[in-house]
């Protein structure tokens, strides 16, 4: 069965860092490309950052380069989502999610999510 369980979020204070993960079942990491998304109270779902499989390129969304690192490791079929200098607006509900096309034809998209992980920036 395919499964995506993220953990690492809490409560931390303005400044300070967490690391998510997110372990993957059920297929291999590396013909996945997965990505953070965060959502927001009142606010739509965002991604955050995302890792490729094919090459391990990585890419981040503005308000979080610099300060976020993801990184995966196929061995323990995990990615991972460092979170340093983490501010108020950085606060949400983090979500990992997997994806990958199967060109065929036809075509075919496997996409996986998981239930999301509560990070919460407060003084």
């Known amino acids: 069965q395919l499964q995506l369980v993220e953990s690492g979020g809490g409560l931390v204070q303005p400044g300070g860092s967490l690391r998510l993960s997110c372990v993957v079942s059920?297929?291999?990491?590396?013909?996945?490309?997965i990505t953070w998304f965060r959502q927001a109270p009142g606010k739509e779902r965002e991604g955050v950052s995302c890792?490729?499989?094919?090459?391990?390129?990585?890419f981040y969304t503005g308000s979080v380069k610099g300060r976020f690192i993801i990184s995966r490791d196929n061995a323990k079929s995990t990615v991972y989502l460092q979170m340093n200098s983490l501010k108020p607006e950085d606060t949400a509900v983090y979500y990992c999610?997997?994806?990958?096309?199967?060109?065929?034809?036809?075509?075919?998209?496997?996409?996986?999510w998981g239930r999301g992980t509560q990070v919460t920036v407060s003084s």
């Open positions: 890792i490729i499989a094919a090459d391990g390129s990585t």
């Open positions: 999610n997997a994806e990958r096309f199967d060109y065929g034809p036809p075509l075919e998209v496997y996409d996986y």
């Open positions: 059920g297929f291999t990491l590396d013909n996945y490309a």
